[in-house]
Nanobody, 123 residues
């Protein structure tokens, strides 16, 4: 089992920045990929970004490319999502997730989920 604890959400004005963190514990040796997803009220959970647990591969949803950066610190078993130039449409609950299979874009392919952290961007 892997436990994930996400943090770092908050309220920010449009154009501002936030950094989300996701700390993994437990059987982290099984992780192949870590991802961030978000879900706005009334909408489906959508992919935001992902990073391979080993190597340099990163993946982004088109609307966040150039604004968001995903990174990891393997020594701390922590993944970060630096979010810049935030817009009201980025408002959502953000979830970190871990995949044992390495599948990147599909929520159903992730094996473990954090509790979610709220990001609200005011206009």
């Amino acid at each position: 089992q892997v436990q994930l604890v996400g943090s770092g959400g908050g309220l920010v004005q449009a154009g501002g920045s936030l950094r989300l963190s996701c700390a993994a514990s437990g059987r982290t040796i099984s992780i192949r990929c870590m991802g961030w997803f978000r879900q706005a009220p009334g909408k489906e959970r959508e992919f935001v970004a992902a990073i391979a647990w080993a190597g340099d591969s990163t993946y982004y949803e088109d609307s966040v490319k150039g604004r968001f950066t995903i990174s990891r610190d393997n020594a701390k078993n922590t993944v970060y999502l630096q979010m810049n130039s935030l817009q009201p449409e980025d408002t959502a609950t953000y979830y970190c997730a871990a995949s044992n299979s390495g599948t990147v874009y599909i929520p159903g392919a992730y094996d473990y989920w954090g509790q979610g952290t709220q990001v609200t961007v005011s206009s």
